[in-house]
C-alpha cells in the first residue's frame, strides 16, 4: 500500500483519482504552492528533509491557536511510545514550523505519513506566522486514544531539536524540554 501511494503521488492525474475515490478533496495544480504546518517529528530537518524527501520552498516559525499538543497516539513499537497529535482546546496553542511547499510535494508527503489511511487525515487550519500574519496550512491529526502516553527519547529528542534549529519560542522549547519520554 506504501508503495502504491508513492507510486500514485508521482502521477498528478493518477492521485486526483485516488483521492476522489476515498472521497478526500483535491484540487489545485502540481505547482501550485500551499503551507504545510510541522508539529511533531517533521519540524526537524532529517526527518522532513531527508526521511521525507521534501524540499521546502520557505520555513519559518508558526503558532496554531485553538488546539493542544497531546501524544495520545499508538506508537511503533505498540505501547512504547506515542507520537504527536493535535488536539482541539480552545485555550491552547501549539507552536511549530510552517513550510511552503508544493502541492506535488503535498502529495509525496501525503505518501509518506500514509495518507489517505487509517491513521492520519489532513486537517487545514489557520496558523500565525512570525510576524503575526495569518495564513491557511494544512497538517495531519488522528483520533487519538483517551489518554496520553510518552513519546520516546529519540522522538522528544527531535521535536526539541526541531523547535531549537527553527527558532520557536523559548517558553515552548522549555514546555517541550518538560515533555517525559519513555523509558
Known sequence: ????????????????????????????????????????????????????????LEWCAGRANGY?????????????AAPANLCADPAGEV???????????????????????RRYRRL???VQDAKGTTVRAVTYVA????TDGRPSLRYATLLREGARAHGLPEHYVRFL????HAE
Open 1 to 56: 500500500m506504501i508503495r502504491l501511494r508513492r507510486w500514485l503521488a508521482k502521477s498528478w492525474w493518477l492521485s486526483h483519482c485516488h483521492y476522489r475515490l476515498r472521497g478526500i478533496p483535491f484540487t489545485g495544480r502540481p505547482h501550485e504552492e500551499v503551507w504545510y504546518f510541522a508539529y511533531g517529528a517533521n519540524m526537524h530537518d532529517s526527518a522532513f528533509r531527508v526521511r521525507r524527501g521534501m524540499s521546502p
Open 124 to 126: 487545514e487550519l489557520d
Open 143 to 146: 483520533d487519538g486514544n483517551e
Open 177 to 180: 524540554d518538560q515533555v517525559q
Open 95 to 117: 507552536w511549530g514550523v510552517l513550510y511552503r511547499i508544493t502541492r506535488a510535494g503535498l502529495l509525496h508527503l501525503d505518501a509518506t505519513e500514509g495518507v489517505p489511511g
Open 68 to 80: 493542544r499538543l497531546r501524544f495520545n497516539l499508538e506508537g511503533r513499537p505498540r505501547g512504547k
